[in-house]
């Protein structure tokens, strides 16, 4: 039987080059077409590297947030760069015990070791040098970790020349260095830029080698993945340590500026309580539970829903509305507000109450509210009208009307308008509006000071859109709309009253569509002279309404 029939077919032919040959030449093209259209990109990357070759050696100019993330960043590399010396003492002691062991034994049996003499003094010094620099670890700083790295390269170099190992055994060496050497130390210069100018010398003496002595090509592959490898771990690990600097800084300032609203609200608000992402308190409050009458032995307000203390169903999903309307915010944003609700006490008091609100998100992207809560019964808000303005309770309801009530609240033709007195309205207990929705201005009213006025000083936004969303659907087909609990301010003092009534929209003589708002008048409003503002001296003059 023929010994060699078993053994693979070595010999090549021309359709191994056409095959090969086919696909180079379109990788080549592919990459010449990719380069010519995106020269632009290239030249700005080429030049780019240039640069930053440039400013590697050199201390750079930067902004406030980048320096200090550079120096973290630094100081965690000097961390490295002493915990590198430990691990070169730690991998050395063990080689030179048995180097020892060897000296020994061929000592008594006259037979040299079969190491190189000059590759051993030089493990030698080398954990001597590790061994004092770990005695005194006051020799290693953040400004000369470069020439530490630069002289720790000069010493693998000097492993890979003739002096310390022959041709054959040097891809062995090679790795040797890059798994304990290397590799790990990496972290200790402070820009891959560095670590990849240093990486050339050893491939440069496993080059020089090649073209001077036979060298097995196994080495200078070993050498070239080497470099690859170092110069990879140099760039991941500065964009690793990069990114973890910024996160904990990032998460420092959060802190910081959790300890400083929480601070705050501590000193301007009756009760502070935080609220985990299901709105629920995360712990009990003294303060709280003062605040509304359950002191009781055993009672806890941990766990407990925060809209189970608002005063009825409708103001808190409002409030719960307003307290999520932060969700879709960043995590590493904190955001806050002010607003307006009613809470309820033990014995089923309400109470008006101011809320502030700070949501942010923990390290763990859990959503936590911090809110602190300000009893006003009988004080001023502190945020002031804007916040009453922006952020009060939204009416309850809005529905459409039947066509029975809209005709007995009613609008009469235009061709046979009659004029509504304001002492007849006052007597009906009503407060009429009418509303130019496209001017955005009261042009008749059953009280004189509502006239002229823009429907904002009146009604709050949340009023205002309910306003224009009426409105619009009042295009779209609906004759009438009913609403209920919507705030109207009729003074200068920022107090609120909450009406109930209807929406209809009617056509004057000239074609033209206006916004009528009737409603039962407030008992503020009841209670003051005909045509006269709450707050303000009786008027005699009285308005006709035509509509």
Not at 186 to 214: D, F, N, Q, W, Y
Not at 322 to 327: A, I, K, Q, T
Request: hydrophobic letters at 45%; proline letters at 5%.
């Amino acid at each position: 039987m023929d010994s060699g029939a078993g053994s693979p077919d070595a010999r090549l032919d021309a359709s191994f080059l056409v095959v090969t040959g086919v696909f180079q030449i379109v990788f080549v093209c592919r990459l010449v077409y990719s380069g010519v259209r995106h020269r632009g990109y290239l030249f700005s990357v080429v030049r780019g590297f240039l640069k930053t070759v440039g400013r590697s050696f050199q201390r750079p100019k930067l902004a406030d947030d980048e320096r200090l993330v550079m120096d973290q960043v630094s100081q965690v590399r000097l961390q490295i760069a002493r915990w590198y010396v430990k691990c070169c003492c730690f991998m050395l002691t063990l080689p030179l015990c048995f180097v020892q062991l060897n000296v020994l034994i061929g000592r008594q049996s006259d037979k040299p070791t079969r190491l190189p003499a000059s590759l051993m003094w030089s493990w030698a010094g080398i954990f001597c040098t590790c061994t004092a620099v770990d005695m005194f670890p006051a020799v290693l700083s953040v400004r000369y970790l470069n020439i530490y790295y630069i002289l720790a390269t000069l010493v693998w170099a000097a492993h890979l020349s003739p002096w310390h190992v022959p041709p054959e055994r040097s891809a062995e060496i090679s790795l040797f260095l890059l798994g304990l050497g290397r590799l790990p130390a990496v972290g200790v210069a402070t820009s891959p830029v560095v670590v990849a100018a240093c990486s050339l010398l050893p491939l440069l003496v496993v080059l020089v080698r090649a073209g001077t002595e036979t060298m097995p090509p196994v080495s200078i592959f070993a050498e070239v993945c080497g470099f690859v490898a170092t110069v990879s771990a140099s760039v991941s690990l500065q964009l690793l340590l990069s990114y973890r600097i910024e996160r904990s800084l990032q998460y420092t300032k959060m802190e910081t500026d959790f300890n400083a609203a929480s601070s705050l609200l501590h000193l301007t608000c009756d009760a502070v309580v935080e609220l985990d992402a299901d709105l629920r308190m995360t712990e009990h409050k003294a303060s709280l539970s003062a605040m509304l009458l359950r002191c009781r032995p055993g009672d806890t307000l941990a766990g407990m829903d925060f809209t189970d203390l608002l005063a009825g169903a409708a103001e808190a999903g409002r409030v719960v509305e307003l307290l999520r309307r932060f969700e879709d915010r960043p995590a590493e944003s904190v955001n806050a507000q002010a607003f307006l609700t009613h809470l309820v006490d033990s014995d089923s008091n309400r109470f008006r109450t101011e809320v502030f609100q700070v949501m942010y998100h923990t390290p763990q992207g859990v959503a936590r509210h911090l809110i602190g809560l300000r009893d006003i019964t009988d004080q001023d808000s502190l945020a002031g009208s804007k916040v009453v303005e922006s952020l009060t309770i939204a009416p309850r309801s809005i529905t459409p009307m039947s066509a029975g009530v809209c005709s007995s609240l009613g609008s009469k033709p235009a061709s046979h308008a009659v004029p509504l007195q304001t002492g007849a309205v006052a007597e009906d207990r009503f407060l009429s509006l009418l509303i130019d929705m496209d001017l955005q201005i009261v042009k008749a009213s059953s009280q004189l000071f509502c006239l002229g006025k823009h429907p904002s000083t009146l009604f709050s936004a949340a009023g205002v859109e309910l306003l224009e969303r009426s409105w619009r659907e009042m295009d779209t087909g609906s004759s009438a709309l009913s609403f209920s609990a919507l705030e109207i301010r009729l003074d200068t003092t920022d107090a609120c009253d909450l009406i109930s009534g209807s929406l209809q929209a009617i056509q004057s003589t000239s074609g033209s569509r206006n916004l009528l708002l009737v409603c039962i008048a407030p008992l503020s409003l009841r209670m003051t002279p005909q045509g006269s503002s709450p707050n303000c001296e009786a008027e005699t003059d009285e308005v006709s309404l035509y509509f």
